[in-house]
């Protein structure tokens, strides 16, 4: 495995580099701005600019980090579409987790086999060794 990794050429795509600046009002997220640059790190004009938010929405289980991108040309239309941008993400978000919550509920579980859903070992079998079978 580790011969795997040194034989992996790791690089960065010259041709598309971006400038970051990070904007919050320190209420609701973030709006990371990242401006197309050239390699020599002058503006790209030819490229758009691309605007990411990133918010946390409270759930019984704790924090739900969300981070999307927001259609927009300028940043005063990021801002704008930052709720949008978020509502979306999150109804994306928790469709994906219904969609898991059904396959986990949908699978065969082996008693004794103490794999849970998704064929984690050991994370669904209850304290104590749950179900035994002779």
Known sequence: ???DIRDTEISMDATD????????????GT???LQPI???????????PVFVG??????PAGALPL?????AETFEDAIAGFGDAAKQ???????????????????IIVPGSGA????????GAPPGGGLKMP
């Open 1 to 3: 495995m580790a011969d």
């Open 17 to 28: 580099l971006y400038r970051e600046e990070s904007f919050t009002d320190r209420k609701i």
């Open 31 to 33: 709006i990371q701005h």
């Open 38 to 48: 050239t390699a020599a790190g002058e503006p790209d004009a030819s490229r758009t």
């Open 54 to 59: 990133q918010t946390q929405i409270l759930t």
């Open 67 to 71: 981070t999307f991108e927001i259609e």
């Open 89 to 107: 993400a999150l109804a994306g978000t928790m469709q994906r987790l219904e969609e898991m919550r059904r396959d986990a509920a949908s699978s």
């Open 116 to 123: 849970a859903p998704g064929g984690i070992p050991g994370a």
